[in-house]
């Protein structure tokens, strides 16, 4: 399965993160995590444990290693969380800054979906057409 790399960038500040797009959602590490919500290591596995004890999510399928490259081109394999965790995590520590991330990222998915379906559309429009033109002849 192909990982793209993306880069988002917070609007009220400077930090600007490698967002990994794997298996139709985004994914993090638990560094970028700490960047984007400005919060400890260890605050995030308290959560999570928080999370895994009172089942509210499932912390273990919400958790994948993945190879990635990044934008400078640097590949690694590292150990990521997939949006679910990302956002409930950031709506327990920094819930504005998770809402930010949200947004963000309902506007690539919307704008992927869109993209996605002009290509598909032009493929279809076009067979139709050559359909038409041979049908016609």
């Known amino acids: 399965m192909n990982t793209q790399t ?61 190879e990635v490259t990044s934008i400078s081109g640097n590949k690694s394999i590292g150990n990521f969380y997939n949006l679910d965790i990302i956002m409930a995590i950031g709506y327990r520590l920094n819930p504005k800054e998770a809402t930010e991330f949200r947004l ?15 290509v598909e559309y032009g493929i279809v429009g076009s067979l139709k057409k050559g359909f038409s033109r041979l049908l016609s002849a």
């Not at 959602?25 to 004890?53: D, G, P, R, V």
């Not at 963000?104 to 002009?118: D, E, H, P, T």
């Open 104 to 118: 963000w990222s309902l506007f690539m998915i919307k704008n992927y979906i869109l993209q996605r379906a002009k």
């Open 6 to 66: 993306l880069s988002y960038q917070s609007q009220k500040d400077e930090k600007e993160l490698n967002v990994y797009y794997h298996g139709n959602t985004f994914w993090l590490t638990l560094n970028s995590m700490t960047e984007l919500f400005n919060c400890s290591a260890s605050k995030i596995y308290l959560t999570l444990k928080e999370m895994e004890k009172c089942n509210s999510l499932n912390t273990i399928a919400s958790n994948k290693h993945l």
